[in-house]
Nanobody, 124 residues
Framework: AVRLAESGGGSVQAGGSLTLSCTASEYTGDLCVGWFRQVHGKEREPVAA????????FVAESVKGRFTISQGDTENTLVLHMTDLKPEDTAKYYC??????????????????WGQGTEVTVSS
């Protein structure tokens, strides 16, 4: 299975921006790669996902208009650009991938590869 590594987390004030990167161990052109987030003690929730370099995608309603998912500078990198951050966006963000050739899903159980996560803290 593909290996994933997140980077780019940190602390920011409300209204600020952060960009998270997910680097995969292989070409992601035939993979759905998604971002999920989790607050301690709560369930992991989907944020956004993208298939390949522009196939099927989704963005959660809670972040629509503020977060953008796109392919990065290389064919094995995915980027989550987060703007107008709110304190409720504070969470650990995970990058995840489905098996090859499967369309994107909002369900945690559908993803077979996960990164270690990166912390995002938004202060008011």
């Amino acid at each position: 299975a593909v290996r994933l590594a997140e980077s780019g987390g940190g602390s920011v004030q409300a209204g600020g921006s952060l960009t998270l990167s997910c680097t995969a161990s292989e070409y992601t052109g035939d993979l759905c790669v998604g971002w999920f987030r989790q607050v301690h003690g709560k369930e992991r929730e989907p944020v956004a996902a993208l298939y390949g370099s522009g196939g099927s995608t989704f963005v959660a309603e809670s972040v629509k208009g503020r977060f953008t998912i796109s392919q990065g500078d290389t064919e094995n990198t995915l980027v989550l650009h987060m703007t107008d951050l709110k304190p409720e966006d504070t969470a650990k963000y995970y990058c995840a991938a489905r098996d090859h050739f499967l369309v994107c899903s909002k369900l945690v159980k559908d993803y077979i590869s996960w990164g270690q996560g990166t912390e995002v803290t938004v202060s008011s």
